[in-house]
């Protein structure tokens, strides 16, 4: 089975938003310890911005699946220690964002299984690409698999 989800994933849903909360906490640590409290802005700024993070977060990235292989007529999908095997035939749509830096893939299913009615992850990346509005080669192989699967052509 060929990996198509993107690698990067655990830096993108962990690593990542670790380090975003620890340097605002030491931010706020070091304006308290410096008697920031008579500049309000060493202890606000870091709140809202670990607010903003929090929110940014849930939304863009601890839903995504830690790891998708294609299996030809199913896709597995792996989020956490859960392992769900997606048949084509129950992908209602995938859909691909636009303007989000790497771009999710979303698909949304028919009926709900494990992880509910909507799968997102991160496609694997091309090596280079130079055109920002270029269509990923994953989501329109998935999207002609899933169309032929829909009329009951077989590949």
Known sequence: MERISYGGTFFIKVIFPAFWFVFLAAFMIVGVSANAWKQPIFI??????????????????????????????????RKGPVEQRIPLANVMNVSMSQFTHPRR????????????????????LPVIQFNPFARN?????????VDDTRRGKTA
């Open 44 to 77: 606000i700024q870091p709140l809202v911005m670990m607010a903003f993070g929090y929110f940014l977060f849930r939304r863009l990235a601890w839903d995504l699946a830690d790891e998708v292989r294609d299996g030809g007529n199913f896709l597995l999908v």
């Open 105 to 124: 893939l979303t698909l949304r299913l028919r009926t709900s299984c494990a992880f509910g009615d909507e799968i997102a992850f991160i496609p694997r």
């Open 137 to 145: 080669a994953i989501a329109e192989n998935l999207i002609r698999r």
